[in-house]
C-alpha cells in the first residue's frame, strides 16, 4: 500500500526522538520509499498520457478522463507526503546530532568508535540524563555532517574562551551544590582547592567549577 514505508519511517523518528541516542539509519525502509517515488513518477507520466490520448479523442471520454485525473492527483499527493516524510525524518536525526554536539564537542573522535554523552538539564532527553552516541548509527553522510559541525564549534567557540556555550540554560539556584561521583576521573582543580573524583564519594562544590564534569558524566547533582 502506498504510503506505508514513510508511515513506519515517521514512526521510527517519533520513537527515537524519545530516546537516548540516535537509532539505526533505516537504510532498507528509506530505499523501498525512494523506489515508490520513482514508481509514482512512471505512473504519472504513464497517466498523463492517457489523458492526453483520451482528450484528442472528445468529449465523450470526458468520464474516464475524470477517472485519470484523480489517480494523478492521489499519486502526486502520495509522492508529495512521501518527501516530505523523508525531510521530516532526516531532520529529526539532524537536530539529535546537533545536541550531541553542543553538549561534548571532540573533534579527535574516530568516525568509528562511539562517543560517551552526558546531557544537560535544558536537553530535551531530560535532566542529567547520561548517554551514548553510536556513530555507526549514522549514515555516511550524517557521520560527514557531524564531523563537520563539530570542527565548526570548535572553531566558535575558540572566540569565546572565557565564556562555557556548553552550559547549563536553566539559572542556578544555588552557587554551591551537593555532587555525588559516578566514576573515577583523577584530581580536579577548582579555585577553592582539589578534590579527587572517586566513585560514589560526594562534595560540596560551587556549581559553575562542575558543570562540565557533570555534562560529561563524572558528577551527578544530589
Same mark, same amino acid.
Not at 525512494?34 to 498523463?48: G, V
Not at 552516541?133 to 550524517?142: F, G, I, V
Not at 579555585?191 to 559553575?208: A, H, M, P, T, W
Given at each position: 500500500?502506498? =504510503?506505508?514505508?514513510?508511515? @513506519?519511517?515517521i514512526l ?8 537516548p541516542e ?8 528509506? =530505499? #523501498?520509499i525512494? &523506489? ?5 513518477? *512512471? ?6 498520457q492517457e489523458?492526453e490520448?483520451?482528450?484528442s +479523442?472528445?468529449?465523450? $471520454?470526458e468520464?474516464?478522463? *475524470?477517472?485519470?485525473?484523480c +489517480?494523478q492527483f ?6 508529495? &507526503? $512521501? *518527501?516530505?516524510?523523508?525531510?521530516a525524518? !532526516?531532520?529529526?536525526?539532524?537536530? @539529535?546530532i546537533? !545536541?550531541?554536539?553542543w ?6 573522535? #574516530?568516525?568509528?568508535? @562511539?562517543?560517551?554523552?552526558?546531557l544537560? /538539564? ?10 551514548s ?10 557521520q560527514?555532517?557531524?564531523r563537520?559541525?563539530?570542527?565548526l564549534l570548535?572553531?566558535? /567557540?575558540? @572566540? ?10 536553566e ?10 561521583v559516578?566514576k #573515577?576521573?583523577g ?11 572517586? /566513585?560514589?564519594? %560526594?562534595?560540596?562544590? &560551587?556549581?559553575?567549577d ?5 555534562? %560529561? =558524566?563524572y558528577?551527578e547533582?544530589?
Open positions: 500500500m502506498f =504510503g506505508e514505508s514513510a508511515n @513506519k519511517l521510527d523518528s517519533r520513537r527515537t526522538n524519545n530516546l540516535v537509532s539505526l539509519y533505516q537504510t532498507e525502509l528509506i =530505499g #523501498d525512494l &523506489r515508490e517515488i520513482n514508481d509514482l513518477d *512512471k505512473d504519472m507520466e504513464y497517466l498523463q489523458t490520448a483520451l482528450m +479523442q472528445g468529449e465523450d $471520454n468520464a474516464n478522463r *475524470k477517472i485519470i485525473e +489517480q492521489a499519486a502526486r499527493l502520495t509522492m508529495i &507526503r $512521501n *518527501k516530505r516524510c523523508l525531510l525524518y !532526516e531532520r529529526a536525526r539532524a537536530n @539529535k546537533d !545536541e550531541f554536539c553538549l561534548n564537542v571532540d573533534p579527535t573522535n #574516530d568516525l568509528t568508535s @562511539k562517543t560517551s554523552i552526558s544537560s /538539564k535544558n536537553s530535551s532527553l531530560g535532566t542529567n540524563f547520561t548517554t552516541l553510536s556513530l555507526d548509527n549514522l549514515s555516511h553522510p550524517e560527514e555532517y557531524y563537520q559541525y563539530q570542527e570548535v572553531d566558535y /567557540k575558540s @572566540k569565546f574562551s572565557d565564556i562555557d556555550l556548553s552550559g547549563d540554560l539559572p542556578p539556584t544555588n552557587i554551591f551544590i551537593d555532587v555525588r559516578l #573515577d576521573g584530581e580536579v582543580q577548582t579555585e577553592y582547592g582539589v578534590f579527587n573524583l572517586i /566513585k560514589d564519594s %560526594q562534595f560540596y562544590v &560551587r556549581k559553575s562542575v558543570e562540565r564534569l557533570i555534562q %560529561q =558524566g558528577l547533582e544530589l
